[in-house]
T-cell receptor, first 115, second 114 residues
Framework: KQEVTQIPAALSVPEGENLVLNCSFT??????LQWFRQDPGKGLTSLLLIQSSQREQTSGRLNASLDKSSGRSTLYIAASQPGDSATYLC??????????????FGKGTLLTVNP | SQTIHQWPATLVQPVGSPLSLECTVE??????LYWYRQAAGRGLQLLFY??????ISSEVPQNLSASRPQDRQFILSSKKLLLSDSGFYLCAWNGQVMGQTEAFFGQGTRLTVV
């Protein structure tokens, strides 16, 4: 059974700091990995998607890496801003690559960026 | 562009009452649809998924059921709610973006059973 763990559970940083969020998963046979952002009481916004054959993906100030063999992914946020404050969720697609897309989520990291 | 709608946004229901949450997707046909629940202190958990009309698979045993009466409509139901059914319910679909399959989520329904 796939299990996803995110560390730390909560993180508070001053504005402008670079930071790293960690995600680990127990079964390396994944199809892809997706990072999401969740604002309080809201749905999930997709940030980055990494296919199992890829090592990293970048979007603006965000960079996500994937080490499939060791079951780890990191989300790097550069020059953090108060607007980055949210819960960040890591999810792995545990299907073998067919049309289904069944995600296993971590519990998330609650990020607070202080002005 | 594709969009996903969920309603209601919030719901307070007494124990033992029925439940019906609705999700619709626009701008795509024959999507795979999913219901997830986010309970307090726990991660998001997949409850049901559907690959087509009247084709529903359950991931976990529970007090809930799902139906898909139309291609782009997915409904989550219960005949009698339990306190443990409280949580944040999210509908999702997966689609292709720039050649890659990606999951997209609705805005969620906050259900409180009292």
């Amino acid at each position: 059974k796939q299990e996803v763990t995110q560390i730390p559970a909560a993180l508070s940083v001053p504005e402008g700091e670079n930071l790293v969020l960690n995600c680990s998963f127990t079964d390396s046979a994944i199809y892809n990995l997706q990072w999401f952002r969740q604002d309080p009481g809201k749905g999930l916004t997709s940030l980055l998607l990494i296919q199992s054959s890829q090592r990293e993906q970048t979007s603006g100030r965000l960079n996500a890496s994937l080490d499939k063999s060791s079951g780890r992914s990191t989300l790097y946020i550069a020059a953090s801003q108060p607007g980055d404050s949210a819960t960040y969720l890591c999810a792995v697609n545990r299907d073998s690559g067919g049309s289904n897309y069944k995600l296993t989520f971590g519990k998330g990291t609650l990020l607070t960026v202080n002005p | 562009s594709q969009t996903i709608h969920q309603w209601p946004a919030t719901l307070v229901q007494p124990v033992g009452s029925p439940l019906s949450l609705e999700c619709t997707v626009e701008g795509t046909s024959n999507p795979n649809l999913y219901w997830y629940r986010q309970a307090a202190g726990r991660g998001l958990q997949l409850l049901f998924y559907s690959i087509g009309i009247d084709q529903i698979s359950s991931e976990v045993p529970q007090n809930l059921s799902a139906s898909r009466p139309q291609d782009r409509q997915f409904i989550l139901s219960s005949k009698k709610l339990l306190l443990s059914d409280s949580g944040f319910y999210l509908c999702a679909w997966n689609g292709q973006v720039m050649g890659q399959t990606e999951a997209f989520f609705g805005q969620g329904t906050r259900l409180t059973v009292v």
